[in-house]
């Protein structure tokens, strides 16, 4: 089956504008999750959802970025009014359920904030 | 909070030299452990775990991990790395605290492999 998929691969925005990224899970998976990877930061989890329970929101790291999984399977993450240092490989996740240990990653959104 | 540390930043072998990456996690309870690998222009993908049992474990394409428990390790290693090894490697931990298997990444090691 696919793998976990993710749109637009690249992005290129002006600093101040919103942007969307998208992620659809592998089928079946109910455990999706968003990371980050910035050039010298390494990967850093931002949020994390599991079926209809409340997501985690601990990795975010400021009030203008967030997350919706609508019917438990398609994700967006929104980041309002871009900033330079935004700009990062965001990488969604997937998993089977919230005990599994493995998760599948998608190819990510490059995203440039200029 | 957990964490992960990864020593070496960008390693530079020959083609049929060993190789030994290090990590150290820090979580005072019990951990799943990670090794994902990049290749150029690829998705992360799993190279090994380790969540119990025993602690040498092995993944695709002959690479081993082992967790030294007394040592918060989980070293990578491959005896003779090939061409197509070139890639960045990632540690991860999952510390169980009830919140969904959030990894926590090393910042990753560029391993370059020349022929």
């Known amino acids: 089956g696919a793998g976990v998929s993710q749109s637009p691969s690249n992005k290129v925005t002006e600093k101040g504008k919103d942007v969307e990224l998208r992620c659809d899970p592998i089928?079946?998976?109910?455990?999706l999750y968003w990371y980050r990877q910035s050039l010298g930061q390494g990967l850093e989890f931002l949020i994390y959802?599991?079926?209809?329970?409340?997501?985690?929101k601990s990795g975010l790291p400021s009030d203008r970025f967030s997350a919706e999984r609508t019917g438990g399977s398609v994700s967006t993450l929104t980041i309002q009014r871009t900033q330079q240092e935004d700009s990062a490989v965001y990488l969604c996740?997937?998993?089977?359920?919230?005990?599994?240990?493995?998760?599948?990653f998608g190819p990510g959104t490059r995203l440039l904030v200029l | 909070a957990q964490s992960v540390s990864q020593h070496n930043h960008h390693v530079i072998l020959s083609e049929a030299a060993s190789l030994e990456l290090g990590c150290n996690y820090s979580?005072?309870?019990?951990?799943?452990l990670f090794w994902y690998v990049q290749y150029p222009g690829q998705h992360l993908q799993l190279l090994l775990k380790?969540?119990?049992?025993?602690?040498l474990v092995k993944g695709i394409k002959g690479f081993e991990a082992e967790f030294i428990k007394s040592k918060f390790s989980f070293n990578l290693r491959k005896p003779s790395v090939q061409w197509s090894d070139t890639a960045e490697y990632f540690c991860?931990?999952?510390?169980?605290?009830?919140?969904?298997?959030?990894?926590?990444f090393g910042t990753g090691t560029q391993l370059k492999v020349e022929l």
């Open positions: 996740a997937s998993s089977f359920d919230r005990t599994s240990e493995t998760q599948y």
């Open positions: 979580y005072g309870g019990t951990v799943n």
């Open positions: 959802f599991q079926g209809n329970s409340a997501p985690d």
């Open positions: 089928s079946g998976h109910t455990a």
């Open positions: 991860a931990v999952v510390g169980f605290t009830g919140g969904g298997n959030k990894l926590t």
């Open positions: 380790y969540f119990s049992g025993d602690p």
